[in-house]
């Protein structure tokens, strides 16, 4: 199969690291070709990036980056991008790539399916890879791997191919582990959901670390948050409680309690945030359902005004 992944962000660059060894050091004839496709605005002169692991070890290596001939011949395209800009990059590149390649979608957020046009759903498969590996971007092209997670890997949209799918899930696991791929990820995308929901606005407009989520202040708002989230989720068809959920958004502030959460960062770097693709997307299914959400919305609108207040 030939992999193409698009973003030179920290998950871009961590998974082009770990399948670009892993094609290396076990001579595996899974990925016959890997490339990277990066922004227009990014520097392609500079080839050289920089992974530091886990355990501290640091590797340097090379990036090739894709041609036209690589775009049109991949297999797999995966998109490590910002959910914001999946469309967009869809539209650049789907007059040039094979009608049946399977696209991998990895962001924050949901909604973004909604925005692809029928023809391009209608012949390309359309995966969404869930990961919970930290992992930081100091500079262009160096990346730090700062927390060990786990991927889950499910078909979003199209037919289910048993044979592709266990080739995906299990090059990925090989690249790195564990990837495992999970038949409901629909569900599990609205899991991560609530989490980004809570976390994500709590820790910008507060500009705290994701640990301080937990205090008792933030307590009824979270409590809120989810509510909404599970009626607008029950009008979808998809059914959560909101105790585990509660319990879980609990875990995750926990356990990367002293980390900045992406959209804290992005509000701090005074750049584009998800916030449309997470408590917008509560938010846009309110009116839809006609449910009302109004800390889903009142923490979308809060959100959105931050950037336009600098
Ligand atoms: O967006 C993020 O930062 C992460 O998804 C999470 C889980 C909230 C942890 O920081």
């Known amino acids: 199969m030939n992999w193409l992944i698009i973003g030179q962000g920290a998950i871009g660059l961590l998974w082009y690291h770990h399948l670009q060894q892993y094609t290396r050091l076990n001579n595996s004839s899974e990925i016959t070709s890997l490339s990277l496709l990066a922004s227009k605005n990014h520097d392609h002169s500079q080839k050289n990036y920089q992974y530091t692991s886990l355990e501290q070890d640091i590797f340097q290596g090379k990036i090739k980056y894709a041609t036209h001939t690589q775009l049109q011949s991949a297999d ?59 992992c930081l971007r100091s500079k262009p092209l160096t990346i730090t791997h700062t927390g060990a997670g786990k991927s889950e890997l499910g078909l979003l949209f199209g037919h289910n191919n048993p044979r592709i799918e266990k080739v995906l899930s299990s090059t990925l696991h090989n690249a790195l582990s564990p990837t495992i791929f999970a038949v409901d990820i629909t569900k599990k995308q609205w899991l991560k959901l609530a989490i980004n929901c809570v976390i994500n606005p709590i820790t910008a407009l507060h500009n705290i670390n994701n640990g301080l989520v937990n205090n008792h202040q933030f307590t009824e708002q979270r409590k809120q948050i989810i509510t909404e989230l599970v009626a607008v989720a029950k009008a979808e068809g998809i059914h959560l409680s909101i105790s585990d959920l509660n319990d879980n958004v609990q875990l995750v502030a926990q356990a990367t309690a002293s980390n900045c959460s992406s959209m804290r960062c992005d509000v701090l770097a005074n750049r584009q945030t998800e916030i449309d693709y997470i408590n917008g997307y509560i938010h846009r299914l309110g009116i839809k359902h006609n449910i009302k959400t109004p800390e889903n919305s009142k923490n979308y609108h809060h959100v959105k005004a931050l950037l336009t207040a600098k």
Not at 105 to 132: C, R
Request: proline share 3%.
């Open 76 to 134: 797999t395209i995966f998109l490590c991008l910002k959910s914001y800009q999946i469309t967009f990059a869809i539209q650049q590149i789907s007059a040039h790539i094979k009608t049946d390649a399977n696209i991998i979608l990895a962001h924050n957020g949901m909604g973004t399916l909604e925005e692809l046009s029928p023809n391009f759903t209608k012949t390309h498969p359309i995966y969404v890879l869930i990961t919970t590996h930290g």
